[in-house]
């Protein structure tokens, strides 16, 4: 599995948040709760070097990763991450989630119960999707105008840049719509075979920041900031 350190990337930065308000899995964040961030930085690592590329097909069930929440890894290194399975449901495809990021930054949700001691600024936060890897990457590819957000293939090849081949246009010719925008897609070729997909990390971000929901009437839930608080990452507040 690929693995991005802050300390490999100098221009992460720690303490950002993301954006508030609605995005594609809900009018907006739920009061009382706790968000894993990775904030935007204009000065930042660009999105792209944060997508696995080619996406890595895994089975979830294999690897004990839920379906609903979260799940904690350790790799090799003894360094802990949050692996969260991005719902199709609400993202379509990763394009969308990806798209959104790059608008809003990247705010999951954490339940209150999960132990988050040992999470620090060297985590990362791995995203799965269930149609993140093209099993017919090759063929899929080379009937396409595929372009690699990363400069490392070219059409015919298994890709990053498949995301935006295979998600289906909703806004009119070669374009697809998100609350927060639209976005351009990739064609395909007359007669390209039809994608077959399956479940893959997608992207993996540094964790900048956990930011728990205030309560309606402007106070903080005792228990997710005792939570959060147990991260090695700074904790913030908001109201949206």
């Known amino acids: 599995m690929t693995q991005l350190h802050p300390s490999e990337n100098p221009f992460v930065h ?6 508030g308000g609605a995005r594609e899995c809900g009018a907006g ?18 999105l ?35 692996v969260d399975m991005v719902g199709a449901s609400h993202y379509p495809y990763p394009s969308d989630f990806i798209e959104e990021a790059r608008l809003m930054g990247v705010s999951r949700k954490v339940p209150k119960t999960t132990d ?50 295979v998600a289906e246009e909703n806004d009119g010719p070669g374009r697809r719509r998100l609350n927060c925008g639209t976005y351009e897609l990739t064609p395909r070729a007359p007669g390209a075979p039809t994608p077959v ?12 920041a956990m930011t728990v929901i205030a309560n309606h009437d402007g106070s903080v839930d005792e228990a997710a900031q005792k939570s959060a608080g147990r991260a090695g990452v700074p904790v913030s507040v908001a109201h949206n």
């Not at 964040?29 to 660009?46: F, H, K, M, N």
Request: glycine share 8%.
């Open 29 to 46: 964040r739920t009061a009382g709760s706790i968000y894993v961030e990775c904030g935007l930085s204009l000065t930042g690592v660009p």
């Open 197 to 208: 997909l399956q479940h893959a990390f997608f992207m993996a971000v540094p964790i900048t």
């Open 14 to 19: 720690v303490g950002l948040t993301a954006k």
């Open 48 to 82: 792209e070097q944060y997508l696995h590329d080619p996406p890595i097909p895994v089975e979830p069930a294999q690897l004990g990763l839920s379906s609903q929440g979260v799940t904690i890894i350790e790799d090799d290194k003894g360094v802990r991450h949050i």
């Open 116 to 165: 988050l001691r040992g999470i620090t600024s060297a985590s990362m936060l791995i995203l799965v999707h269930a149609r993140a890897s093209v099993v017919n990457a090759a063929a899929v590819s080379a009937a396409s105008d595929m372009i690699c957000p990363n400069a490392r293939h070219k059409p015919g090849e298994d890709c990053a840049g498949l995301h935006w081949v």
